[in-house]
């Protein structure tokens, strides 16, 4: 069963183009994180949203939580090569359990 | 070590073997996650422990899967009679207690059924 459901599930972009890309769940989480992984990596963490309505920004990432807590979403601006990767939402549920997104593969083309 | 360790880091094996695959969390991490993850998806969960008690373990795909925990250190993850769709990159994941966690995961490990 997926908590939590990512779109695009795939995203094919040219260099320089904006990107969003969107985490949604019928289950309300006490926290919400993005994760960046490479192949053959683990995933790494981008940043934890903790408040509804929270946003926050990594340099060309924009981060927000919606007010219901809820859903996610993070924008891109300017996509460079260097941002290729998968996208995975986590959602914090009942006390340290977290459950994962569906994913969203995104190339960047130079 | 200074992060989670698992082993092996590729394993390869015969359609109806048994494979079993290990997590070393950090020290002091009381949650330790096991993840599935199929070519270009997502994070499929499996099992949670807390300590060496697992009160999930909604995700286990079957009773080929199971798992266990030495109090809260080492995690195995065990496949009995393994099938190709078995083929996947396992990840492990240990975090501290409750509220603003942040889950830091191993490197996987790369199971091919042939």
């Known amino acids: 069963t997926q908590l939590l459901e990512q779109s695009p599930q795939f995203l094919s972009i040219q260099e320089g183009e904006n990107l969003t890309v969107y985490c949604n769940s019928s289950?309300?989480?006490?926290?919400l994180q993005w994760y960046r992984q490479e192949p053959g990596e683990g995933p790494v963490l981008l940043v934890t949203?903790?408040?509804?309505?929270e946003v926050k920004k990594l340099k060309r990432l924009t981060f927000q939580f919606g007010d219901a807590r809820k859903d996610s979403s993070l924008h891109i601006t300017a996509a460079q090569p260097g941002d290729t990767g998968l996208y995975l939402c986590?959602?914090?549920?009942?006390?340290?359990?977290?459950?994962f997104g569906t994913g969203t593969s995104l190339t960047v083309i130079p | 070590g200074a992060g989670v360790s698992q082993s092996p880091s590729n394993k390869v094996t015969e359609k109806g073997k048994d494979v079993e695959l290990r997590c070393d969390p950090i020290?002091?991490?009381?949650?330790l996650y096991w993840y599935r993850q199929r070519l270009g998806q997502g994070l499929e969960f499996l099992i949670y422990f807390q300590g060496n008690s697992a009160p999930d373990k909604s995700g286990l795909p079957s009773d080929r899967f199971s798992a266990e925990r030495t109090g809260e250190s080492v995690s195995t993850l065990t496949i009995q009679r393994t099938q190709q769709e078995d083929s996947a990159v396992y990840l492990c994941a240990s975090s501290f207690g409750t509220g603003g966690f942040r889950a830091f995961f191993g490197q996987g490990t790369r199971l091919t059924v042939v």
């Open positions: 020290s002091g991490h009381t949650a």
């Open positions: 986590a959602g914090e549920w009942t006390g340290n359990q977290f459950y």
């Open positions: 949203v903790v408040t509804g309505g």
């Open positions: 289950s309300v989480f006490s926290s």
